[in-house]
């Protein structure tokens, strides 16, 4: 019904910078919530950012002032910008969208990426 996909994940060095991408796809009528979220091994899932219909964003306390999250609604998509990438942001990065559609009928449904690994070598 609804398709997110991630990428630009891969292996950076401490301090580097990378940017992952999330584009959703099918029956969208909007998309309201964006989030990116992260799982470590042995780890809980943890949100890191999001961003509202309305760019408004929140960021978890230990990515603030290094990480900015986007989106671009006509692409419907979002963008993850990581910068200063420490060895503890190793992880599987998921994106996850609350996303209106209208078949079968008019719902509000919230959709999961496969996941991008980030590993930060230190």
């Known amino acids: ?3 997110l996909v991630e990428s630009g994940g891969g292996l950076v060095q401490v301090g580097g910078s990378l940017r992952l991408s999330c584009a959703a796809s099918g029956r969208i009528f909007n998309i309201n ?3 990116w979220y992260r799982q470590a091994p042995g780890n809980r899932r943890e ?3 999001a961003i509202t219909g309305s760019n408004v964003t929140y960021y978890a306390n230990s990515v603030k002032g290094r990480f900015s999250v986007s989106r671009d609604n006509a692409k419907n998509t ?3 910008q990581m910068n200063s990438l ?3 942001d190793t992880a599987t990065y998921f994106c996850h969208a609350v996303v209106a559609v209208t078949s079968p009928s008019f719902s509000l449904l919230a959709f999961w990426g496969q ?3 980030v ?3 230190s």
């Open 47 to 49: 949100l890191v950012a």
């Open 119 to 121: 590993t930060v070598s």
């Open 78 to 80: 979002t963008y993850l």
């Open 33 to 35: 919530t964006m989030d």
């Open 86 to 88: 420490k060895p503890e």
């Open 115 to 117: 996941g991008t690994q």
């Open 1 to 3: 019904q609804v398709q």
